[in-house]
């Protein structure tokens, strides 16, 4: 069993920047973010394929948050600019075990919240 940890949320002004962290306890294949804003279903914000390190991104983040990762450090990343305040939620690391696998590995979440 993968255990993955969320770190890097806080409070920002808008238009300030986080860089969120997910940390994984063994190998992962795909990883990704989401998020789940208070009253709302949770949502995929962005991924990153391990075969051709591929990126996919909502279209409410395009152009503002990039999502790495540091396969030596088991480490996903995501950095988020120019933030506003309906980014405000609690963002959740994901992860599969297969190339072609649902994820089935998700950290606790870390909340970031942005002010106006």
């Known amino acids: 069993q993968v255990q993955l940890v969320e770190s890097g949320g806080g409070l920002v002004q808008a238009g300030g920047s986080l860089r969120l962290s997910c940390t994984a306890s063994?190998?992962?294949?795909?990883m990704g973010w989401f998020r789940q804003a208070p009253g709302k279903e949770r949502q995929f914000v962005a991924a990153?394929?391990?075969?051709?390190?591929?990126?996919s991104y909502a279209d409410s983040v395009k152009g503002r948050f990039t999502i790495s990762r540091d396969s030596a450090k088991n480490t996903l990343y995501l950095q988020m600019n120019n933030l506003n305040p309906e980014d405000t939620a609690v963002y959740y690391c994901?992860?599969?075990?297969?190339?072609?696998?649902?994820?089935?590995?998700w950290g606790q979440g870390t909340q970031v919240t942005v002010s106006s």
């Open positions: 063994g190998r992962t294949v795909n």
């Open positions: 990153i394929k391990w075969i051709g390190i591929t990126t």
């Open positions: 994901a992860a599969s075990a297969t190339a072609m696998g649902a994820y089935s590995y």
